[in-house]
């Protein structure tokens, strides 16, 4: 029984604290119904407010709304004014749209204008500079100028000194000229030929025949200086015939291709390379060394004193009419 008394009294005792908790429970769960009270009373006066302002809205929004109603009444009484002043409004935006775009084009030009001018501004400074550089290029070509002028003016004083050398010297050699056609004359007025020679014996019949103005001068047999030139001579037919390439021409053919030719040769000079004097061909050379100008000279002197001027025109006229019937 004591142990049955002793379950009793803790199960009382369990029981007791179950009982505190649920009253702690019940305790809270008072409290928190307080609250929830407290916070649906707030809610209710904040829904009354809300529901207040909302009403006060709705009142204040149809009220925004009748006077709409009645601007609307108004501004459709002015619809044709409207119109009118849309019109104008388009009209001027057109127009503001034309200047816009105008002023655009204008701006654009400017710009390309502005580009070029720049453009300009560069071409120009180079311009300035390239018009220095020619103005010190055109002092130098001036300088340069001055002092060729001044070399071609001391060239021109000695090409001029030596031009009155030369007409100087061409007198002389006129004058030498002159003495080799009197020597010409005698050797052409009459051939000796060697007796021996058959061919030589031929040979100067015809040259005192047709007294050619070029003479011929025996080398060897066969062999003669026509002139300056070397040809070979044979007869036939008892004619003289001369190798002319590969074959033979006769005399009168002969004269006929080679008497002016050689004439000229004997007669004419020319410059030479190196010393830019005038001298005479390989003939009057070989007259020279040969001492024949010396005594054509000597010839020419007795002649003068002797008085025998006339007889000297004389032959000279015949040489110049046998020159011709030659050439």
């Excluded at 909302?54 to 501004?75: L, M, S, T």
């Excluded at 390309?112 to 220095?132: C, F, I, M």
């Amino acid at each position: 029984e004591l142990v049955r008394g002793q379950r009793q009294l803790e199960e009382l005792q369990s029981q007791s604290f179950a009982q505190e908790e649920l009253r702690e429970e019940l305790r809270s769960l008072g409290e928190r119904n307080e609250a929830l009270r407290e916070q649906l009373r707030t809610l209710h006066q904040e829904t009354r407010k809300v529901s207040e302002r909302v009403d006060r809205e709705v009142a204040d929004h149809i009220e925004v709304q009748r006077h709409d109603v009645e601007a609307n009444k108004a501004k459709l009484g002015d619809s044709s004014e409207i119109r009118r002043q849309l019109a104008q409004a388009s009209s001027r935006t057109q127009e503001l749209q034309t200047l816009k775009d105008q002023s655009e084009r204008a701006l654009e030009a400017s710009k390309k204008s502005s580009h070029r001018t720049e453009d300009l501004a560069r071409q120009l400074h180079q311009l300035q500079e390239d018009l220095g550089a020619s103005l010190r290029e055109r002092n130098q070509l001036h300088e340069a100028v001055e002092q060729l002028t001044v070399q071609f003016r001391e060239d021109v004083f000695r090409q001029s000194q030596r031009h009155l050398e030369l007409e100087g010297l061409i007198e002389d050699r006129n004058n030498e000229i002159k003495l080799l056609m009197y020597r010409l004359q005698e050797l052409s007025s009459r051939y000796v030929p060697v007796k021996a020679d058959a061919t030589d014996m031929v040979l100067s019949r015809w040259i005192n025949g047709y007294r050619p103005a070029v003479p011929f001068f025996r080398l060897a047999q066969g062999l003669y200086l026509f002139g300056r030139r070397q040809v070979v001579c044979k007869i036939s037919n008892d004619k003289p015939v001369f190798r002319i390439g590969g074959g033979f021409v006769g005399f009168e053919k002969f004269l006929e291709q080679f008497a002016a030719e050689e004439l000229e040769r004997l007669l004419t000079y020319e410059l030479d390379e190196k010393t830019g004097e005038p001298k005479f061909l390989v003939a009057k050379q070989l007259l020279e060394e040969s001492g024949m100008v010396e005594e054509i000279r000597q010839k020419v002197t007795e002649d003068v004193q002797r008085g025998k001027t006339g007889l000297q025109s004389s032959m000279s006229k015949k040489s110049l009419n046998s020159s011709r019937g030659s050439l």
